[in-house]
């Protein structure tokens, strides 16, 4: 049996209003999903409950507070069945977690001639990084081209592999185009020449079953935003030998064993990576979040998700006019475009005043934009909440809006 989603709606409070005096239609879920009512109660809870410092008191507040963040360190294990919790750090996103990469392993592990590759597909937070460490190393970027339809081809990934490779760092779904990278198979050549694999899950983590075991990844990065979760916070994965292998991230409090005025000894992972007080309330609410998902199941709304992408495709594709951007056979549920040569942004105003929240513009991927020959999109990302029904009223303002130009 399918989702209810009416009654998945009723726990997002944001989705009950109107926009422009229209009903809101919220297709941004690429850029950030909503939160249900439970984060919302968990964020609550925990201030008006809980507030504490933890790892640090000996009272009973920060003893609970501890074990609330702690609890959700378990929970992200088993969401991506990583071996031990000891395995993920807390982060402020994708990008802070990519970027951690850079600054430990990159600069422990990638010198002068060595080689990084990314994808075409890259978010700028996959590619800015990695140019900061080349410079600093005399590293050399390299990029996996693309297919017309946004698709990575595989046999040019084969053709840039070399005993220089130290780091593959792949998005795993493309926020832009909603292409899935076939990134087991990416991975497995990435290790045959003994490089790392960093997996950008930003987009893939909220769509398809996570599994870094079977993955075999090194890193695996993803934000808590795009899963119905608190905004500021992510995480990374890594395995426990890499981890170890990696000098720390930031210094400060909680990353020590012991400090004196001549010498620092570090803690073990994941607190080495962990300075300072972490976003403890939203740690806490993110397990809510991963909760809603569970209780829904990851198969369900993956099977939801598609069958409304297929009903996009469905609808949208026939409308003259309708330029689709980014065809690939394996897709989460995104769907990007253009309407004739229209500017993406007015496309966006338009479908705005009639109440739909899309992300128009580069989606932080300007080189995959000029790769294809385009300054944007238009981009309607779905998510567990959103209904067929929405998706025909968004076929009915596309197909006016494409008349404003077939006329
Ligand atoms: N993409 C989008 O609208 P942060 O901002 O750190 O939570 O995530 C960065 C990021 C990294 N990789 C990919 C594939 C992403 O999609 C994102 C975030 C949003 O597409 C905001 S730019």
Known sequence: MGLDIAKIREQFPVLNQEVHGKPLVYFD?????QK???VLDALTNYYSKDNSNIHRGAHALADRATRYYEETREAIMHFINARESAEIIFTKGTTEGINLVASTFGRKFIGKGDEIIISALEHHSNIV???MLCEEKGAVLKVIPINEAGELIYEEFEKLLTPNTKLVSIVHAS???????PVKKIIDSAHAVGAKVLLDGAQSSSHLHIDVQDLDCDFFAFSAHKLYGPTGLGCLYGKREVFESMPPYQGGGEMIKEVTYEKTTYNEIPFK???????????????SALEFINELGKDAIKAHEDELLAYANELLLPIKGFVPIGTAKEKVSVISFNINAMHPYDVGMMLDANGFAVRTGHHCTQPLMKRLGIEGTVRASFSVYNSKSEIEKLAESVTRIARIKNK
């Open 129 to 131: 990084p990695w140019h």
């Open 273 to 287: 990576f962990e300075a300072g007080t972490p976003n403890i309330a939203d740690v806490i609410a993110f397990k």
């Open 175 to 181: 926020n832009a185009l909603g292409s899935i990278n």
């Open 29 to 33: 879920n690429a850029a950030t999903t």
């Open 36 to 38: 249900p009512r439970s």
